[in-house]
């Protein structure tokens, strides 16, 4: 499935983006703070568009201009997320590439994926999470409407081998409904 905004194209991630994922997830300024390593080679980026990036719901995201793979966006559903065991609520994940910060593409996109996430896949609530310091992915959730419901500390994050202070947050159908 292909999902677009007005400046963007969601779409499912193919093996040619490797070079392009690379590009931005090798940045250690894109993937620590989000909780996994940066990227080491485009093998590596090769492996991850076969493994993580080919879970359902998951999207690269492209400037409508050039299509050309500049971020994740996705919508982790029960069995992958460790944020809800309901079946009716998913997890929303997201990162872009540096030179794209500042730009608001990442609330467009998330915009997109949650009227996806309630109108097609019928959830009736979706979480979404980070880490403390990542003032960035926070803004985009306010932005969304999301609303705090709670600190965890010492959370672990497995792919970067600590422990971290982690909040979540939450927004319901009946909340997204009220602020379309």
């Given amino acids: ?14 093996q ?5 994922l690379f590009e931005y997830a090798k940045d250690p300024d894109i993937g620590p703070i989000a909780g996994w390593p940066a990227h080491t080679s485009i093998d590596e980026s090769r492996q991850v568009i076969s ?12 400037l409508k201009t050039d299509n050309r793979a500049i971020g994740c966006i996705a919508l982790k559903l029960i069995g992958v997320t460790d944020m809800t065991d309901k079946e009716d609520e998913c997890e929303l994940g997201y990162w872009i590439g540096k030179p794209f ?3 608001g593409l990442i609330p467009e996109a998330a915009k997109e994926l949650l009227r996806h996430a309630f109108e097609d896949l019928g959830m009736n609530a979706v979480w979404c999470g980070y880490y403390d310091g990542n003032v960035k992915s926070k803004r985009c959730q306010e932005k969304c409407g999301f609303v705090y419901q709670s600190t965890c500390e010492y ?9 971290r202070t982690g909040h979540a947050s939450l927004l319901t159908k009946e909340n997204w409904l009220r602020n379309k």
Avoid: I, N
């Fill in 16 to 20: 040619t983006d490797a070079a392009d």
């Fill in 155 to 163: 959370l672990d994050v497995p792919l970067m081998h600590e422990k």
């Fill in 101 to 103: 910060w500042g730009q």
């Fill in 51 to 62: 493994t993580v990036f080919s879970a359902p719901e998951t999207y690269a995201v492209c």
């Fill in 1 to 14: 499935m292909t999902l677009t905004t007005q400046r963007l194209v969601l779409r499912p991630w193919e």
